[in-house]
């Protein structure tokens, strides 16, 4: 049996058709987990009303999916076919073997995530949109997913801009779409991994207490610890932190600015990008 052909052709087609379930279902059941395994062993004492909270970002994430399914309806996979079909892109120019195209794709759309992360902290303007989501006084696994639709919208488009330069296989974007899903949740998430296995799973994982620190009030802590998924560009470009200096249940989560119940409010928080915040700190820094 040809793989390559499987993979590029016809049966890429068909995940592409049912893309939607398919990444649906699996953030669904690792959103169970995550969740359980939270409320069962907490890394952290929550400091704001769950349910609150939960009943906001739940909206802004379905307001989200909803939003990116209606302007991109193939989303990136759909791009990745058309890219395929008219032999656009850098591994479609040369014909570069499937296995190869996956791997480096998958490599370098995690690198343009975690270059647009740094960006989203370093131009103000796009800071803006970005501070929604490290806005949470909270971290869990609806913080994973919580991030402005505009900012989605900038999101999509630059990882669609990648998928079309590269020429990635379809298969390859699936399967980093799925992946960054759900590493995105899991780093998020409020769940206590033993010490141990932190140490070890972060040095080819984003961890909880790795990303909890990016979540830091702290300035410089919240400009470290970018990834999502792969840890190895903070370690390479010098933005890791190994631990928050007041460590894991001394440290303040969210933005100094709004240490109060208004960053619950699913209105106040759509709307903060174009308010005019008393305090614009981290605005001029960007």
Same mark, same amino acid.
């Not at 480096?104 to 960006?119: E, G, N, T, Y």
């Not at 709307?271 to 005019?276: K, R, T, V, Y």
């Given at each position: 049996m040809d793989l390559t052909a499987l993979f590029s052709g016809g049966f890429s087609q068909a995940v592409s058709d049912h893309e939607g379930a398919i990444r649906l279902t699996v953030a669904g059941g690792l959103f169970a987990i995550l969740a359980v395994s939270a409320w069962l062993k907490p890394r952290r004492r929550l400091v704001v009303d769950k349910s609150r909270r939960w009943s906001t970002n739940l909206a802004i #994430?379905?307001?989200?999916? +909803? $939003?990116?399914?209606? *302007?991109?309806? +193939? +989303?990136a996979v759909g791009v990745a076919l058309w890219a395929q079909s008219a032999g656009i892109g850098l591994f479609n120019w040369l014909d570069t073997p499937l296995w190869l195209a996956v791997l480096v794709s998958f490599v370098v759309l995690d690198f343009a995530v975690w270059a647009s992360h740094v960006l989203s902290h370093k131009v103000p303007l796009f800071w803006r949109f970005h501070r929604m989501h490290h806005a949470d006084r909270d971290i869990d696994v609806t913080t994973g997913l919580r991030f402005h639709p505009i900012e989605i919208i900038g999101s999509m488009l630059w990882k669609v801009g990648f998928v079309i330069l590269l020429g990635a296989p379809a298969i390859a974007v699936i399967l980093f779409e799925i992946v960054l899903n759900g590493t995105a949740m899991f780093n998020h998430s409020n769940t206590k991994l033993p010490l141990k296995i932190d140490r070890v799973l972060r040095l080819v994982l984003v961890t909880p207490d790795m990303h909890r620190v990016h979540h830091s009030a702290i300035g410089n802590e919240t400009d470290s610890n970018y990834g999502f998924n792969l840890p190895w560009w903070d370690r390479m470009f010098g933005t890791y932190i190994? &631990?928050?200096?007041? @460590?894991?249940? @001394?440290?303040? #989560? @969210? *933005?100094?600015?709004? &240490?109060?119940?208004?960053?619950?409010? *699913? @209105?106040?928080? $759509?709307?903060l990008p174009f308010g005019n915040p008393a305090s614009t700190a981290r605005d001029s820094k960007g």
């Amino acid at each position: 049996m040809d793989l390559t052909a499987l993979f590029s052709g016809g049966f890429s087609q068909a995940v592409s058709d049912h893309e939607g379930a398919i990444r649906l279902t699996v953030a669904g059941g690792l959103f169970a987990i995550l969740a359980v395994s939270a409320w069962l062993k907490p890394r952290r004492r929550l400091v704001v009303d769950k349910s609150r909270r939960w009943s906001t970002n739940l909206a802004i #994430i379905v307001l989200d999916s +909803a $939003l990116v399914r209606l *302007l991109f309806p +193939a +989303a990136a996979v759909g791009v990745a076919l058309w890219a395929q079909s008219a032999g656009i892109g850098l591994f479609n120019w040369l014909d570069t073997p499937l296995w190869l195209a996956v791997l480096v794709s998958f490599v370098v759309l995690d690198f343009a995530v975690w270059a647009s992360h740094v960006l989203s902290h370093k131009v103000p303007l796009f800071w803006r949109f970005h501070r929604m989501h490290h806005a949470d006084r909270d971290i869990d696994v609806t913080t994973g997913l919580r991030f402005h639709p505009i900012e989605i919208i900038g999101s999509m488009l630059w990882k669609v801009g990648f998928v079309i330069l590269l020429g990635a296989p379809a298969i390859a974007v699936i399967l980093f779409e799925i992946v960054l899903n759900g590493t995105a949740m899991f780093n998020h998430s409020n769940t206590k991994l033993p010490l141990k296995i932190d140490r070890v799973l972060r040095l080819v994982l984003v961890t909880p207490d790795m990303h909890r620190v990016h979540h830091s009030a702290i300035g410089n802590e919240t400009d470290s610890n970018y990834g999502f998924n792969l840890p190895w560009w903070d370690r390479m470009f010098g933005t890791y932190i190994d &631990q928050p200096a007041l @460590g894991h249940d @001394g440290m303040t #989560i @969210g *933005l100094d600015e709004w &240490q109060d119940e208004r960053p619950s409010r *699913l @209105g106040w928080s $759509l709307a903060l990008p174009f308010g005019n915040p008393a305090s614009t700190a981290r605005d001029s820094k960007g």
